[in-house]
């Protein structure tokens, strides 16, 4: 057997726990087949859930400009936000678009709390998400999260006309509605998941949301453009409302409860998991809450989040203002850097089984790899975007490898609750999530407070924030970040939770 790898910044001692794969005795000979399982269909139909949920999230960021009367915003005002800096630089075919879409007064500080509203909603529901995923399992809260953000979805137009404080309530909702959907699938991975497939089974069920952002950004802006903004809600509300029911009948919250799942798998998920969950019915919230190894993976997660907020938010202003993209391209080449993100999720993830699994990497050495992948190169790179100027291609290359390079986290600090508490898991996302909801808050707040002239030189403050970020919270958590099952997580007695 070779040598157990050492991760960045570890020690013999604290390394001592960690220094072997998980279960030498499961390698992946012993291994029941992907295709067709029972965990790997969980997989798929999460993928696409959170494919719907993000979907859901991103497409009012679109259809609002086509809510927004136009006159009501100081067109002056507008203009001089475009910096000069940069010339020109679309020119497509300009095709005749429809208008027939209802038109709203609302100025920039009305549309900011309409967006902004759904953070206030998602914050709150993240720890009891959590807790309530522990006591009665993932499934339905999942679905019917992901069930209610679709309907409110579906009442968008009516909200919309009844008046902005209402539809300002309904996206509020909406984030209470999200917010417990990553703790529910987290819970859930703590029974489905064998430590030797966590990587590839969890990257795949949340690079959905990814993807869905990919699509979702320029599909919203074509059916914006060629029908009304009000079919953007109904299209992915329908399509939330398919997803659920394929949800309840395909999912089961435990290997133990699913109605087709072969033998053979059962015994292999619950046999790699019977030494790390606790049948302890309370929490030990005290020991949670005093966690290290869990305060480094909220300080990661807050970081990441800073960046990923930052961009998703403004990443559009920036291609408009600064490279000065039309809407067309625009919609397009901000997806592109989540695309990028998507495929580095999906291989990261198989990249980080196979280093544990084959190549003895220690549970910890692969976490903090990934982190500091995930994090210190997107830093690079938004460093570097910001000091290209008005080279167009230059720009869109650092920005997406940047976005890209930050899939890798995904396989690093996102999954790092099930290796530290997997009978907690959904609790402890809950709670690092709350912390990560703040940047999606505030981090385009001031980003927008720094860049008022809207110039190049505003912007590299943006990026260097940004980056800077993500190099603090890649360094906290290659310190302080821990690979083993802890011993609060096992207190009493230890076995497969039903």
Known sequence: MRPSARGPGGSDGEESTDSTPLLPSIRPAG?????????????????????????LRVNLSVALVEMVDSNTTNTAVTDNRTSKECPEHSSLIIVPRNQTGKRYPWDAETQGWI??????????????????????????????????????????????????????????????????????????????????????????????????????LPLS??????????????????????????????????????????????????????????SRKSVPWAPILKSLPLGAIAVAHFSYNWTFYTLLTLLPTYMKEILRFNVQENGVLSALPYFGCWLCMILSGQAADNLRAKWNFSTICVRRTFTLIGMIGPAIFLVAAGFIG??????????????????????????NHLDIAPSYAGILLGITNTFATIPGMVGPVIAKSLTPDGTVGEWQAVFYIAAAINVFGAIFFTLFGRGEVQSWALAGDRGHRS
Not at 234 to 254: N, P, R
Request: hydrophobic share 45%; net charge neutral.
């Open 31 to 55: 291994t029941p087949p992907a295709c067709c399982s029972a965990r790997y269909n969980l997989a798929m139909l999460s993928f696409f859930g959170f494919f719907v949920l993000y979907a």
């Open 390 to 415: 008005c080279n167009y291609s230059l720009a869109v290359a650092f920005l997406t490898i940047s976005t890209t390079l930050g899939g890798f986290c995904s396989s690093g600090f996102s999954i």
């Open 221 to 278: 802006g074509m059916i914006c453009y060629y029908m009304n903004w009000t079919f953007v809600f109904y299209f992915f509300g329908i399509i939330g409302i398919i997803w659920f029911i394929l949800w309840t009948w395909k999912v089961s919250d435990t290997p133990e409860t699913h109605k087709t799942i072969s033998h053979y798998e059962k015994e292999y998920i619950t046999s790699s998991l019977k030494n790390q969950l606790s």
């Open 115 to 216: 967006l902004g509203a759904f953070f206030y909603g998602y914050i709150i529901t993240q720890i009891p998400g959590g807790y309530l995923a522990s006591k009665i399992g993932g499934k339905l809260l999942l679905g019917y999260g992901i069930l209610g953000t679709a309907l409110f979805t579906l009442l968008t137009p009516i909200a919309a006309d009844l008046g902005v404080v209402t539809l300002i309530i309904l996206r509020a909702l909406e984030g209470l509605g999200e917010g417990v959907t990553f703790p529910a699938m987290h819970a859930m991975w703590s029974s489905w998941a064998p430590p030797l497939e966590r990587s590839k089974l969890l990257s795949i069920s949340y690079a959905g949301a990814q993807l869905g952002t990919v699509i979702s």
